[in-house]
């Protein structure tokens, strides 16, 4: 943001200098002329000033500063450039400094800092943290992985202490997180537009635990059809008794 500002800044200043430049360009290369001498025309037939150069032994006149210029790169190899006034140098030059010690200073780093800790949000980081432990089946040991917590901390520094450390703490926060999912599937159920049709089905899970899935299926209240699972209990078998 600052490197812009100071961009727009430098640009303002060079808009400025733009305005003045053809009438410095023009002082400039009149230093290289010289008094057109004896019996040498001062203007032309049009009654316009002729310009001598004073680098040439031969007579050379024109009635253009710029191709004075050109005849002086091409034939003297001297360019004819505008210069920046003390002034103008003098603005930039601070300019420059003010913006290379603001982005230094720590008041600068302090709102850095509260900006990275304003937008931390503990709720929706434990809900993240273990809708990723579910559904990718990882295990609660993950949150004592340092390497778990140095990529969060690269993104967010100020992430440190908003994810627990101890595995325990996981379960704890996967049961509080069934009771708000839970919840919300009972009020949606009681804004069923329809009855409520039920399925079951065993699927086995990957440590091999056989679980009856009940699911209920009905039309909510912005008319959409809704799957949802209301109950998984073990079973010993997959026989149509033990379902």
Known sequence: MASEVESEALDSINTS???NTRGRLALLTWEHTRPPGSN??????????????????ESYATQSTSNFRNHL??????????????TKEAIRDQLKDLYLKAS???????????????ILNKE?????????????????RIVK?????????????????????AHSAVS???????????????????SALTSIHLSVDIWTSPNNHLLLAICGHFINSQEKLINALLSLRTVASYSGDKQ
């Open 17 to 19: 200098e733009s305005k």
């Open 40 to 57: 040498k025309p001062i203007r032309n037939k049009k009654a316009r000033l002729l310009f001598y150069y004073k680098h040439c032994t």
């Open 73 to 86: 790169a091409l034939k003297h190899s001297i360019t004819v450039e505008p210069k920046t006034s003390r």
């Open 104 to 118: 230094s200073q720590n008041e600068t780093e302090e709102l850095d800092s509260e900006v990275l800790q304003a």
């Open 124 to 140: 929706v980081i434990d809900k993240a943290l273990i809708t990723l432990i579910i559904v990718r089946n990882l295990p609660f």
């Open 145 to 165: 992985w340092p390497e778990f917590h140095v990529l969060l901390q690269s993104i967010n520094p100020k992430v440190d202490g908003h994810i627990t450390i």
């Open 172 to 190: 704890k926060k996967i049961y509080n997180l069934w009771l708000s999912q839970k919840d919300i599937v009972q009020k949606r159920l009681q």
